[in-house]
């Protein structure tokens, strides 16, 4: 199994910054990929960026060139540069962990970002 902890969500002005981390119990080496999702009040969570084992990203249309995901391996650590935030980017946000042969989703509890107009 793979816990996986997230910081870092809080309260910032449209325009403004924040940055995400993403903690997991075991050596993220290990771990098939590793991704952000968010969730807003009334909506189905999605995808808003991936990592995978080989550093490969992916991006959902509406964070390209504001968002960058990124690892450091030599802390189990993927974290998630919010850049030029918008209140639309306000959702709580969960860090998914895929691990294993099987390729099981693990999830964190999510962090709050809420982004003022």
């Known amino acids: 199994q793979v816990q996986v902890v997230e910081s870092g969500g809080g309260l910032v002005q449209a325009g403004g910054s924040l940055r995400l981390s993403c903690i997991a119990s075991?050596?993220?080496?290990?771990?098939?990929?590793m991704g952000w999702y968010r969730q807003a009040p009334g909506k189905q969570r999605e995808l808003v960026a991936f990592i995978t084992g080989g550093g490969s990203t992916n991006y959902a249309d509406s964070v390209k060139g504001r968002f960058t995901i990124s690892r450091d391996n030599a802390k189990n650590s993927v974290y998630l540069q919010m850049n030029s935030l918008k209140p639309e980017d306000t959702a709580v946000y969960y860090c998914?962990?895929?691990?294993?042969?099987?390729?099981?989703?693990?999830w964190g509890q999510g962090t709050q970002v809420t982004v003022s107009s």
């Open positions: 075991r050596n993220i080496i290990m771990i098939n990929h």
């Open positions: 998914k962990a895929n691990y294993g042969p099987i390729r099981t989703d693990y």
